[in-house]
């Protein structure tokens, strides 16, 4: 993962001062901008005494590997990875409490494309994924890029990089959480499967799906119903509907 991380963007810092400002080092910002949302930053910034620093737009790019930055970029602490302990604890504490509400993973079994990883953090924070969990070696990192498209998500949902998907597989099948594996093959629809237990989401690689011995550890394997003449969707797009299907199904559950 990169050694220093930024929110880039004005949506992407605005969250990151609302809700996690100890997290920020400093805010880098443009000289005499005339945007006044990043105006309204930089008053935010001084309310909650947050260093800020004024530089050119192109130290700004720099930072951002230039991804668009709209005039500012907050340089954050770096994000602390989940470890499989931690993900243990979380698991047994919730767990132990029957008032909380159905545990919900998200699996990304080596997404390569910064922008898909970024895309499926933003919906996994608005669907009320506890953690995304991915393979340590394999998938992209936190990149600019990443933090821009998640618009402070990256900054705000736990995530942890494991060095074997395989084991936190079983391990979670062992505290009752079951797996669903998603593959445009699959005979069970979206639609027909039973959603409203704890879960783990796994979506697989952009060009190869899920990796075949980890699709053989799925409780359930699942398709999206495509009714044009499309065959697959975006990794993200697709994350985005299983999840919030997810949602649905649970709702009905609670009702």
């Given at each position: 993962m990169s050694k220093t991380q930024f929110a880039i963007g004005i949506q992407a810092v605005e969250l990151i001062i609302n809700k996690n400002d100890k997290d920020i080092i400093c805010i880098h910002m443009e000289h005499e901008t005339a945007n006044l949302r990043v105006k309204k930053i930089s008053k935010l910034a001084e309310q909650k005494d947050i260093k800020i620093k004024f530089t050119n737009r192109s130290r700004l790019s720099q930072m951002s590997k230039n991804v668009r930055h709209q005039g500012v970029v907050a340089e954050l602490r770096n994000k602390k990875l989940l470890s499989e302990a931690d993900l243990r604890n979380m698991i047994e504490k919730r767990l132990m409490d029957t008032n909380n509400a159905p545990l919900l993973f998200l699996i990304l079994d080596g997404i390569q494309d910064p922008h898909n990883l970024g895309?499926?953090?933003?919906?996994?924070?608005?669907?009320?994924?506890?953690?995304?969990?991915?393979?340590?070696?394999?998938?992209?990192?936190?990149?600019?890029?990443v933090s821009k498209v998640a618009s402070g998500a990256a900054e705000n949902l736990p995530l942890a990089a494991v060095g074997n998907l395989n084991r936190i597989i079983k391990w979670f099948k062992e505290y009752g959480i079951s797996i669903i594996g998603t593959?445009?093959?699959?005979?069970?629809?979206?639609?027909?499967?039973?959603?409203?237990?704890?879960?783990?989401?796994?979506?697989?690689?952009?060009?190869?799906?899920?990796?075949?011995?980890i699709l053989q550890r799925?409780?359930?394997?699942?398709?999206?119903?495509?009714?044009?003449?499309?065959?697959?969707?975006?990794?993200?797009?697709?994350?985005?509907?299983?999840?919030?299907?997810?949602?649905?199904?649970?709702?009905?559950?609670?009702?």
């Amino acid at each position: 993962m990169s050694k220093t991380q930024f929110a880039i963007g004005i949506q992407a810092v605005e969250l990151i001062i609302n809700k996690n400002d100890k997290d920020i080092i400093c805010i880098h910002m443009e000289h005499e901008t005339a945007n006044l949302r990043v105006k309204k930053i930089s008053k935010l910034a001084e309310q909650k005494d947050i260093k800020i620093k004024f530089t050119n737009r192109s130290r700004l790019s720099q930072m951002s590997k230039n991804v668009r930055h709209q005039g500012v970029v907050a340089e954050l602490r770096n994000k602390k990875l989940l470890s499989e302990a931690d993900l243990r604890n979380m698991i047994e504490k919730r767990l132990m409490d029957t008032n909380n509400a159905p545990l919900l993973f998200l699996i990304l079994d080596g997404i390569q494309d910064p922008h898909n990883l970024g895309a499926c953090m933003r919906t996994s924070d608005a669907a009320g994924v506890d953690a995304i969990i991915v393979p340590r070696h394999s998938v992209a990192g936190l990149s600019p890029a990443v933090s821009k498209v998640a618009s402070g998500a990256a900054e705000n949902l736990p995530l942890a990089a494991v060095g074997n998907l395989n084991r936190i597989i079983k391990w979670f099948k062992e505290y009752g959480i079951s797996i669903i594996g998603t593959s445009d093959r699959a005979k069970t629809s979206l639609l027909e499967a039973k959603l409203s237990g704890s879960l783990a989401l796994v979506m697989g690689q952009e060009s190869k799906g899920i990796s075949k011995n980890i699709l053989q550890r799925c409780d359930t394997i699942i398709s999206l119903p495509m009714l044009g003449v499309v065959e697959s969707l975006n990794v993200s797009v697709a994350t985005g509907i299983c999840l919030f299907e997810i949602v649905r199904q649970r709702a009905l559950h609670e009702a």
